[in-house]
């Protein structure tokens, strides 16, 4: 028997990303993952933004993204249709794993950068259905319409810390009145021992939000690190969430006792 061998058909060469790029804001550098092929760290101005692992969008790798999917699936599950609002794009990480899962959701991403915005859309070969807003975070919000949203992920920062005008209680009321019934607002917060922006965000928060609360380790949560805190508010509590890693409304209210909400 002859053995016929099929024709050998090249390989398309893998586009180089890695390297470092201007962009509005400053210098975005895509950084190789060497434990893993197709892993990629997008640092910006030398902060670690976002891990994209090109054609596994469900492959969170950020613990405080996994945080954030575990509080919103349920609500996603429920509301095929769902409106998700990012504030905050970045690597589009997150936005690009809920696009991916939940086919019939709508996905729109807020990016104050447009030149990052065209870089990660190249580089990381984004999903097409995702729909991308040139605006600053909080000037999108005031302009959609009530009850526009199902949910609202905040992810926003200028280094490492989120401008105040996305922190306030005005700019949480505004949020409350984009949201639909029964629609969640999450946010991710950088923050330090004894939790100083978590607290004058919960204070706001609890002004606006029937329910509100926090997903986190338990050193974060017991204010004694640094690093990612997740809070949440909704007009429904979300008891869906593991008491290990999640506290409610009355572990917020005694938080933010003492702490006077920040205002515009």
Same mark, same amino acid.
């Given at each position: ?67 954030? /999917? ?29 696009a991916d899962k939940f086919? /019939? ?26 729909? !991308? ?23 926003? !920062? ?12 005005? !700019? ?14 999450? /946010?991710?917060?950088?923050d330090y021992a004894e ?60 938080? /933010? ?8």
């Amino acid at each position: 028997m002859i053995t016929v061998a099929k024709p050998h058909k090249p390989r398309h060469p893998k586009k180089r990303i890695a390297d470092e790029y201007s962009i509005d804001t400053g210098t975005a550098r895509i950084v190789a993952d060497p434990a893993r092929d197709g892993s990629y760290v997008l640092e910006l101005n030398d902060v670690p933004s976002s891990q994209i692992i090109l054609g596994a969008p469900r492959v969170l790798v950020f613990p405080y993204m996994r945080w954030i /999917a575990a509080a919103i699936e349920p609500l996603l599950d429920e509301r095929p249709l769902a409106h998700v609002l990012h504030l905050g794009g970045a690597g589009c990480a997150l936005p690009s794993f809920v696009a991916d899962k939940f086919h /019939a959701s709508r996905n729109t991403v807020v990016e104050y950068d447009a030149a990052l915005a065209d870089l990660v859309r190249w580089a990381f070969e984004l999903n097409d259905d995702l729909l !991308f807003e040139i605006s600053d975070a909080r000037q999108a919000v005031a302009e959609l319409l009530d009850n526009e949203a199902d949910v609202i992920i905040r992810d926003v !920062f200028a280094g490492p810390d989120t401008p105040t005008h996305v922190r306030t209680a005005e !700019f949480f009321l505004d949020v409350r009145r984009v949201l639909a019934p029964g629609g969640i607002y999450i /946010a991710n917060v950088g923050d330090y021992a004894e939790l100083p922006h978590a607290r004058e965000e919960l204070a706001g928060m609890l002004e606006v939000f029937e329910h509100v609360g926090a997903i986190g380790p338990r050193d974060m949560l017991e204010g004694r690190a640094y690093g990612n805190i997740v809070l949440w508010g909704s007009d429904q509590p979300l008891e869906y969430l593991g008491a290990e890693s999640h506290r409610g409304s009355q572990w917020a209210r005694e938080l /933010a006792a003492a702490t006077p909400p920040l205002r515009d």
